[in-house]
Nanobody
Framework: QGQLVESGGGLVQPGESLNLSCVAYGFSATYDAYGWFRQAPGREREGVGCIWRSNGATSYADSVKGRFTISRDASKHTIYLQMSSLKPDDTAVYYC???????????WGQGTQVTVAS
């Protein structure tokens, strides 16, 4: 059974940056894409962005476009979410997953808390 493990969350001030990592352990299958999602208290989970395995293409939610960057290191079985110019509205638990479409996700990570507050 595979497992996704996120790390890098924490408390930062508005305008600061934070980098999240998601390591994939023990997967026997490969997945077409990996996504980052987030869920804030009292709100529905939303997609943040996606990276496709075949060509490394990325896509982002409008709310984070230009501020967040997804990348990957296949040799380390890791995907990254670089977040800059963070806002209080970015406060949420961030999850990585084995697809960009939440309905097609097979595995979710356990989540890492990101809090943006002054």
């Amino acid at each position: 059974q595979g497992q996704l493990v996120e790390s890098g969350g924490g408390l930062v001030q508005p305008g600061e940056s934070l980098n999240l990592s998601c390591v994939a352990y023990g997967f026997s299958a490969t997945y077409d894409a990996y996504g980052w999602f987030r869920q804030a208290p009292g709100r529905e989970r939303e997609g943040v962005g996606c990276i496709w395995r075949s060509n490394g293409a990325t896509s982002y939610a409008d709310s984070v476009k230009g501020r967040f960057t997804i990348s990957r290191d296949a040799s380390k079985h890791t995907i990254y979410l670089q977040m800059s110019s963070l806002k209080p509205d970015d406060t949420a638990v961030y999850y990585c997953a084995t697809h960009c479409d939440s309905d097609r996700v097979v595995y979710w990570g356990q989540g890492t808390q990101v809090t943006v507050a002054s």
